[in-house]
Every structure is written in C-alpha cells, then in structure tokens.
C-alpha cells in the first residue's frame, strides 16, 4: 500500500502574525507540496531549496522552518495555533500527523525563512541574497533586523526573553539587535545565477511579468532596501501607494539615476529618495519619510488603470479567459483594493491589448483559441480562408461562431432574430455580423457571430446559412433586418429558409429610413413615413401613406416596392412582437463590443467570450432573485400592468356580439373593439406584443378574470430563466490550448490595395501634371 501523502503549504515573503486564534502568516501566497508522512527532515529541505529558489550548495544560507501547530483549548473547546520550529526528524513528523489528528484541518502550515551569516530573512523566490563584497554607487542604509532563538521549551524567543509563542512581538523584522545586521538586497551576480530577465519571469509558467516588483507586491509597502528593475517600475509603486492612501505626489529633478518623490502638498512631510546600486543595478530605496502627514485627501486618478491592467496581464497571460469576478477576486486578494466591474472590464480589455498586440501572429494563434473554447464550452466553428499553393497554408477569410450555451438558450427566447453588422477599426479592416435573439425582459441576447473580411452577398448567405444550419431550425422564425439588397438577394434565393412559411422576414424601420432619406433628403417626409411604420393600427397607417402621396409621388412608389408588413407595424400580424427598430448602438453596447476597436481577432473573441459568461451571471441572478419576490412575469409585461392600475383614465367596456367587446374613454371620440379569444385589439398592440393592452386590461377587470392567462409563454420569468440556464466551463491556460484539427496555419487576410487618389485640380498641381502649350515661332 502506498504511503500516505500529506499537503502542505509553504509561506515565504511576508511575517508571523498573531490574532485571535493564535499564530497565522500574513502577506504571503502559499505554495503547495505533497509530503510523505514519514519524510525526512533533510529530504524535505533539499524540496524546499527547489521551491524558494535556494542554492542548495550556499552553505552560508540555510532555511528555518516552523509549523503552525493546533493546540485545543478545554475551557472554550476551540483550536489555538501556536508555533512550533522543525528542527528534526520528529519535530516534522508531529507537523505531519496534525490532518490525521485533527479532521477539521486539510493542510499541514510551513512558514519559511532563511538564515545567511546571523541574520533572519524572508525566504525570496529567487536566490535574492545580499553579497557583501560589492561595492556600491552609494553607501546605503543598514536596516535593523531582529534575531530569534528557540527556548528550552521548543518555542520562539527573541533576544531579551520575551516569548512569542505566548503572545510576545511577532515582528521578525523590525527590531534592531545590532550594527552589523543589514537589510535584504537584490544581488544579480553570477554566483547567485539570476538575471533581470530571470527576475521578471514567473517560476511557474516561463510567461513574463509586468513591470511591477515581485518583491513590492509581497511588501505592499515602501521602506528602505526596497529595489526595483527600473524608473518606471519604481514610479509605479509609489504611484500605487499614493493611490492606496488617496495622496498625489510629484516627482523632482534629480542628478542621473537618482529620483526623489515629494508629497504634492507643501506641507506634508512625506518624501522618497532612491538610486540606482551598483552592487546589483537596480534602483533601491535608500531614505522614505512617512507616512503623510498632510490630512486631505485626494480621489483616485484615472491613471492607477494603467496599474490595474499592469496586474491583470499577469494573469492573462496565463489564464486569458479569467471572468471578471474570479479577476476581482484575484485583485482583491492580491492588492487588498476591490474594484468595480466596470474598472476591471477597462483594465483587462487594455491588459488583452497588451497581450494580444501582434495583429499578424493572432492569425496564427486565432485557431487554438476557438479550439480551447470549442473542447470546453461548445463552441461551433466555421472557417473560410483561401488556400495557398501549399495547402497546409491559408490566408483568414473569416469564422463564424455560436456557443451552445445561447443556442440552448434561444429555445426558450421568441421566435425572433436580429442581424446587423459594424466595423472594426483595425489593421485589416474586419466587419463583425451578430445575430441576437431577444429575451423575456426585451434585452439583445448574443446568438451568433462571424468576422469577415468584406459584406457581400457571399458573407451573408455563409452567416445567414450558418445560423440555420448550426443554431436552430425553428419554424416560423422573424428575421428583422436591413432592407440591403445582399441580405434581400439571399434570402429570395431558390430554396432559401428564411421565407414563408420557415421564416418572415422584416425591415428594421430607422435603417429603411436611412435609405428612403439618402434618395429624397425630405425631413418632413422621413417623419411621415416613421409614423406610418410605427403606428400599430391600420386605419393611421392608410392616413400616413395618402399624405406621403400627396407630398411625393416618387416617394410612394418607392415605398410600395416593399410588401407593408414587411416594414409597417399595422400589418406585422404580430411576428415582430413590437421591435420596429435595430439600435446598432444599444445592440453593440449591451455586448459592450462598441469598444472592441484596436483589437486583434484573439481579442475581439476573448471581449465577446467575457460579455457573454457575465451577461449570463447577472441576468440569472437578477430572474432568481425576481422569482424570490413573487414575480411571474418578465419586465414588459409587469410595466404594462402597473400602467394601468395607476391610469387615470377609466374605460367604459360595453359587450357585443361574437364574445367581441367595445372600449371607450369618457371626453373622448376614439373607441377600440377588444376580441379576447382572438387576442386582438383594434390599437393593434395586443396582438403585436402579444400581452394584454390597456383596453384588454380594462375588458378583464370588468368581467373579473385573469388577464395573464392571455400573456404569450415567452414573457414568463420561467421561460426568462432557462433562457440563461446554461452553465459556462473553464477554458484551459494559454500554454494547454490545443491544435485545431483540420485547420491550416492561417495568415492575415490580403488587404486589397486603396484605389487611386482623384486628380487634382488645384492650379499648383494643375500646372505639374499638365504639359504648358508650346507656340512655334513662324
């Protein structure tokens, strides 16, 4: 039988604290080893020499140990750690048995530090110890450290006796116990083999760093002996500081490779000198006055985003597809600062930026990444590209993209989708085409995607076939588009889906407008023509259409070559469900992919891929937590009844014939025939939006039933919370994307060249290009 493993996590870089349940370790992110019950002492530091960084042959440094030992106190029946050094065989054995004696606790504790010629230091994650035969640029501070030794009783005691395993001063850093003690350095010599470039890589992935010192983060302050690579990482730091404490300072002129930092106002005494060292050449911290003693504050400036996506491109580079609550997590964990969503959904775009930056590479990292989210969340992928001579290259035409998640969603949603395009302000001039359904609440819900090289009648019929194909084969689809010939021209085509009875499909009415004004220029007649489409009753439509003749024939002409119901409410029979208008804006903006310019295609999906997961997270806690109240309905529906419980306006209903009824308001000359079994109103928003509409509501309430039983499905938060239902799954880290099969490396798409400019007419240019006459002389 195999031994037993045990985990234990390992602390290095902060300090021993004490609260109310004992000893714990602060300022620390512990690292994780499995452990044998009956190793070694000398085995398990050979480990621990690996995990810090540690020369294992520098026989002038060697680590100390100590657990965190639970200890249960009778009177009050509850676990006291106290701290226990590992000095032997047995003394580690006792740390490995604690998970077996105590079934409450999974992982045994280590806290680590290292002990160089007589003075105690934090273990470092890389071989970070002073060399005292350097010499230096400048004579730095010596920093007081405080030395400890074990007592007979087995715990820790400082110099004077006082014992800390018993409540004394836990700071093993701060006490001064002699001249000769001096601070943690920065060393870079070849003894401790580590470079700059070593020391801005992550131990663990071989992926780089920001620009912000490892070794400051672990501190999470300034003091004296602090180093940093550059001016830039150290402007960093105290910036952050600053920000954390809602102060400004002001950086002076200094001699070269000296800086110095001032509180902005006068008074405070806060200052910051640093110089580059060159024992280890780096710039070190060498006189910090603080704290400030100025007692205003200022608020936070815009410029601490750029620190915020310095932290976030640690992490995606390595887990590109963080959420943006496991990212707010990780700061608030890391940095002690909790952000606003929106913060960090500016900082990680601008992180992915930085990421991502190589537009020509992207094309060639593009597959794996639609790989990795079609292995983990589902994603169905269609490529278009064009073969090189070698068919094992391709230059990228485009890709069309559904997750199954929203195609599992849309079964529940109305039988309703909606395309339009944007462009994409980059390199090769992409277009994205999105398909959105609409949900319960009447908010854009992303369906489907594509990004191409061009919008043709081509692209439209790939995306609009990709949809059909891969997302839903629901008959009786409302498709609400552009009246733009491509899309018209694929979907009158021979066999298409998208017609009678598969499909209807209908006009947005603004981009119908933006046509019908680009050929009349006619305010007053652009006005006409929105009212006719927008007004849901017929009778209003016809008056709408007689003035347009009159004003304009042409204009009327031009309007008759649509069929009405393609672009009129009043003759919608209810496919539309009251959406008359595509907002490219607020469609764009709910994906908050309005901003997505300046990205590369990685980019661009990774941006969808986030708004996707977080729509889904916020609108399923917002439908659970409805659902909690009471309520049964979806917003469009509870706003109409609201309406009309605080309407002013009472109805006189009066009965006819054919279970018909006749609405009308007192002072008042309209009147509207209500047909409950037909679901119609003579206004004609019963039957567009397909719930009950004031006068429908005024019907139910004098014969005393329910109106909600004449409320679509698709309005109830059942229905709204399924829609949302599906869950999304972890994608890998970068370095574990797989090779997408069947896919050829792919280049960037060939950008066609610009066309010439015009000719000029100005007379400088004239006079160029245009030869003089020449007179012959007779």
């Known amino acids: 039988m195999a031994e037993m493993e045990v985990p234990v996590l390992c602390y290095w870089n902060g300090r021993i604290e004490y609260g109310s349940n004992g000893v714990y370790y602060d300022r620390s992110t512990p690292r994780m080893i499995k452990v044998k019950r009956k190793t070694e002492l000398?085995?398990?530091?050979?480990?621990?020499?690996?995990?810090t960084g540690l020369d294992i042959d520098d026989r002038r440094s060697k680590v100390r140990i100590f657990g965190r030992f639970p200890s249960v106190v009778q009177q009050q029946s509850m676990l006291q750690f106290l701290l226990l050094p590992v000095v032997n065989d047995?003394?580690?054995?006792?740390?490995?048995?604690?998970?077996?004696?105590?079934?409450?606790?999974?992982?045994?504790?280590?806290?680590?530090?290292?002990?160089?010629?007589?003075?105690?230091?934090?273990?470092?994650?890389?071989?970070?110890?002073?060399?005292?035969g350097c010499s230096s640029k400048r004579q730095r501070m010596d920093i007081p450290v405080k030395l400890e030794k074990v007592n007979s009783n087995g715990?820790?005691?400082?110099?004077?006796?006082?014992?800390?395993?018993?409540?004394?001063?836990?700071?093993?850093?701060?006490?001064?116990?002699?001249s000769d003690a001096v601070a943690q350095v920065v060393n870079l010599t070849e003894d401790n083999n580590i470079s700059l470039k070593d020391l801005n890589q992550d131990s663990s992935s071989g992926v780089s760093k920001p620009c912000l010192s490892s070794l400051w983060l672990d501190d999470r302050d300034l003091r004296v002996g602090l180093c940093f690579k550059d001016g830039d990482e150290l402007k960093k730091a105290v910036d952050w500081c600053c920000f954390k404490g809602q102060r400004s300072c002001v950086m002076r002129e200094a001699e070269k490779d000296e800086y110095r930092f001032d509180c902005a106002r006068w008074k405070c005494k806060w200052t910051l000198e640093a110089a580059t060292m060159e024992k280890h050449g780096l710039i070190e911290i060498i006189n910090y006055t603080g704290p400030h003693t100025c007692s205003c504050a200022n608020e936070p400036q815009d410029s601490y985003m750029e620190f915020e996506a310095d932290e976030f491109e640690r992490v995606i580079r390595i887990h590109p597809t963080q959420s943006f609550t496991e990212l707010k997590k990780w700061y608030i964990e890391k940095i002690g600062y909790d952000l606003e969503t929106s913060e960090v959904r500016i900082a990680k775009n601008e992180a992915i930026k930085r990421v991502f930056g190589d537009c020509d590479q992207s094309f060639e990292d593009f597959p794996k990444l639609m790989a990795a989210l079609h292995s983990s969340n589902g994603l169905l992928v269609d490529w278009k590209y064009d073969l090189f001579p070698n068919p094992k290259f391709a230059s990228f035409r485009g890709v069309f993209c559904a997750f199954s998640q929203s195609i599992e969603g849309f079964q529940h949603c109305r039988p309703l989708i909606i395309v339009d395009t944007k462009n994409l302000n980059c390199k090769y001039q992409l277009k994205l085409m999105i398909a959105s359904a609409v949900d319960a609440a009447d908010n854009f819900f992303l369906l489907a995607f594509a990004f191409t090289t061009e919008v043709s009648t081509d692209s439209w019929r790939w995306f609009?076939?990709?949809?059909?194909?891969?997302?839903?084969?629901?008959?009786?689809?409302?498709?609400?588009?552009?009246?733009?010939?491509d899309i018209l021209a694929v979907i009158?085509?021979?066999?298409?889906?998208?017609?009678?009875?598969?499909?209807?499909?209908?006009?947005?009415?603004?981009?119908?407008?933006?046509?019908?004004?680009?050929?009349?220029?006619?305010?007053?007649l652009e006005d006409l023509v929105k009212q006719a489409g927008s007004t849901s009753q017929k009778e209003e439509f016809d008056f709408y259409m007689k003035d347009i003749e009159k004003k304009n024939l042409e204009a009327r002409k031009w309007l008759d070559q649509f069929p009405q119901n393609q672009?009129?409410?009043?003759?919608?029979?209810?496919?539309?469900?009251?959406?008359?208008?595509?907002?490219?804006?607020?469609?764009?903006?709910?994906?908050?992919?309005?901003?997505?310019?300046?990205?590369?295609?990685?980019?661009?999906?990774?941006?969808?891929?986030?708004e996707l997961r977080h729509s889904f997270d916020e609108s399923l806690c917002r439908i659970r937590g409805n659902r909690k109240c009471g309520a049964v309905y979806a917003k469009p529906v509870t706003e109409t009844l609201v309406k009309s419980r605080k309407a002013s306006v009472t109805y006189?209903?009066?009965?006819?014939?054919?279970?018909?009824f006749q609405v009308t308001a007192p002072q008042e000359n309209d009147e509207w025939i209500v047909q409950l079994s037909d679901c119609t109103c003579r206004c004609?928003?019963?039957?567009?939006?397909?719930?009950?509409?004031?006068?429908?509501?005024?019907?139910?309430?004098?014969?005393?039933?329910?109106?909600?039983?004449?409320?679509?499905?698709?309005?109830?938060?059942?229905?709204?919370?399924?829609?949302?239902?599906?869950?999304?799954?972890?994608?890998?880290?970068?370095?574990?994307?797989?090779?997408?099969?069947?896919?050829?490396?792919?280049?960037?798409?060939?950008?066609?060249?610009?066309?010439?400019?015009?000719?000029?007419?100005?007379?400088?240019?004239?006079?160029k290009t245009t030869p003089k006459p020449t007179t012959k002389k007779s």
């Open 155 to 178: 715990w820790i005691e400082d110099e004077e006796g006082v014992d800390i395993g018993n409540g004394g001063d836990a700071d093993m850093t701060d006490k001064n116990l002699g």
């Open 567 to 610: 672009w009129a409410l009043a003759h919608d029979n209810g496919r539309r469900y009251g959406i008359m208008e595509i907002e490219t804006t607020s469609l764009f903006v709910d994906f908050n992919v309005s901003h997505l310019d300046n990205h590369v295609l990685t980019g661009y999906v990774l941006r969808l891929f986030d």
């Open 492 to 524: 009158n085509e021979s066999g298409s889906q998208w017609q009678e009875p598969w499909a209807y499909h209908r006009f947005c009415l603004r981009h119908l407008l933006s046509r019908f004004s680009g050929i009349f220029r006619d305010y007053y």
């Open 42 to 51: 000398s085995i398990l530091l050979d480990q621990l020499y690996l995990l």
């Open 652 to 660: 006189d209903v009066m009965p006819l014939d054919n279970n018909a």
């Open 684 to 767: 004609g928003e019963f039957q567009s939006c397909k719930f009950p509409c004031l006068h429908a509501l005024a019907v139910c309430k004098m014969l005393k039933i329910n109106p909600l039983q004449y409320v679509d499905d698709c309005y109830t938060l059942e229905r709204h919370c399924k829609t949302y239902a599906a869950t999304f799954s972890p994608v890998p880290e970068l370095l574990a994307w797989p090779e997408a099969f069947g896919v050829p490396r792919l280049f960037p798409p060939v950008i066609p060249p610009s066309p010439p400019p015009p000719p000029t007419v100005s007379g400088k240019s004239q006079r």
């Open 464 to 485: 609009l076939t990709g949809i059909r194909e891969k997302v839903t084969q629901r008959k009786g689809l409302c498709l609400i588009s552009s009246p733009h010939p």
């Open 90 to 132: 047995s003394s580690l054995e006792t740390m490995l048995e604690v998970p077996s004696k105590h079934p409450s606790i999974k992982n045994v504790e280590l806290y680590l530090e290292v002990k160089s010629d007589g003075v105690v230091e934090s273990a470092a994650c890389s071989p970070l110890l002073a060399n005292p």
